[in-house]
């Protein structure tokens, strides 16, 4: 698939606005808009736009936030919620705002346990890592909730008005 200078360009300012949120909440533990940014402009972009979406905002983010191993598994983790997110694009056509919401909430579970898994593949200890996140992913599900619910109506007027007119 070719993108092009526009689409590269929202791609850009969408993981700006990402970058921006992530810096400015990340002194409330799991509580950020990364993860509904990418999951609202993967939904009516792609997957591909979810996935370099993830990319870029999780290694701006990091670059100031700290970079370590956990950066790959935070893009593999996004990433993979871009790429979902992009799917029920094509395939939601109605209702769009209550499956965003559940598949929002889900994927704030979802990044933590990607995170344990990882961790037991790495120290072989999976359970009590799991538990002890289970608090802060809740925290991360209910900010995706909010979020979606706060951005999916501007973000659903700027792609229908913005989209008709580039693609």
Do not use: C
Not at 31 to 52: C, E, M, N, R
Not at 75 to 98: D, E, F, N, P, T
Request: net charge positive; hydrophobic share 60%; no cysteine.
């Amino acid at each position: 698939m070719r993108l092009s200078t526009y689409r590269l360009t929202l791609i850009a300012v969408l993981a700006a606005m990402a970058t921006v949120g992530r810096f400015f909440m990340q002194h409330i533990p799991n509580v950020q808009p990364v993860t509904a940014i990418i999951i609202l402009s993967a939904f009516f972009l792609g997957p591909l736009s979810g996935f370099l979406i993830a990319f870029i905002t999780t290694y701006l983010t990091n670059l100031a936030l700290g970079m370590g191993i956990w950066t790959l598994w935070q893009i593999l983790a996004w990433s993979l919620i871009g790429i979902i997110s992009g799917l029920l694009g094509k395939i939601i056509h109605r209702r769009a705002l209550v499956f965003l919401t559940i598949f929002g909430f889900l994927s704030g579970f979802l990044f933590g346990f990607f995170f344990s898994l990882i961790n037991y593949i790495v120290t072989g200890k999976f359970l009590a890592y799991y538990l002890l996140g289970l608090p802060l992913d809740f925290y991360h599900a209910l900010s995706n909730v909010l979020f979606i619910y706060l951005l999916y109506r501007p973000f659903a007027r700027l792609f229908a008005r913005e989209l008709t007119r580039h693609n």
